[in-house]
């Protein structure tokens, strides 16, 4: 079993929908990442969560430490949001990241 | 320019060979860390140095090593190579060694012929 699951694996979208990415992971944690990677390969930092909330332009990002759940979402999306998101946390000893498998979002204009 | 530099960005070499590849972090950071993402395996963690120590270590085989010099850049050297050890390697760097957003290099993919 991974440490890190995310859910849905493939996501297509219409041009201005609301999307929501899901991550379960089952270890204890001292933070969690959202990734996001374009079919270049290159990889962003969009969100770094140890509690509560963050937002940053169309993009909103939660996670709930009791119920070790977190969620991306995505506002009025667009084409160029289209990408692989990843999941990822750092163990609370801090010596070890697990990566999730990804979600592949296209959005159709 | 995420103002993290790797280099090269492509590398083939043959199987038992031994490569270096570069990173230089970004400036005003302190940690660098190195990831590979191999098609099977997504990606993975390999190791972290933090103002030329090491402070964690992942699933980073014996045959890899790295270190972290004075100026900060790093190097991850990658020896006895295997066709499994092709993959995209990235390097991320970020100010503090456990907290703060990472910024991720474009990456060095190598292939093992």
């Known amino acids: 079993k991974n440490e890190v699951e995310q859910s849905p694996q493939n996501l297509t979208a219409q041009e201005g929908e609301f999307i929501t990415i899901n991550c379960s992971y089952s270890?204890?944690?001292?933070?969690l990442h959202w990734l996001q990677q374009h079919p270049g390969g290159g990889i962003v930092s969009l969100f770094m969560?140890?509690?509560g909330k963050k937002k940053h332009g169309r993009l909103i990002a939660t996670i709930n430490i009791q119920e070790k759940h977190s969620s991306l979402h995505i506002t009025a999306s667009h084409p160029r949001d289209s990408a692989v998101y990843i999941c990822?946390?750092?163990?609370?000893?801090?010596?070890?990241?697990?990566f999730g498998t990804g979600t592949s979002l296209t959005v159709i204009p | 320019d995420s103002g993290v530099t790797q280099t090269p960005k492509h590398l083939i070499t043959a199987t038992g060979q031994r490569v270096t590849l570069r990173c230089s972090p970004r400036s005003g950071d302190l940690s660098v860390y190195w990831y590979q993402q191999s098609l099977d395996q997504g990606l993975q963690f390999l190791i972290q140095y933090y103002n030329g120590e090491e402070r964690a270590k992942g699933n980073i085989l014996e045959r890899f090593s790295a270190q972290q010099f004075p100026d900060l850049h790093s190097e991850l050297n990658l020896s006895s190579l295997e066709l499994g050890d092709s993959a995209l390697y990235f390097c991320?760097?970020?100010?503090?060694?456990?907290?703060?957003?990472?910024?991720f290099g474009s990456g060095t993919r190598l292939t093992v012929v």
């Open positions: 991320a760097s970020s100010v503090f060694h456990t907290e703060g957003g990472y910024t």
């Open positions: 969560l140890s509690s």
């Open positions: 990822a946390v750092r163990s609370a000893s801090g010596n070890q990241f697990y």
């Open positions: 270890v204890g944690i001292s933070a």
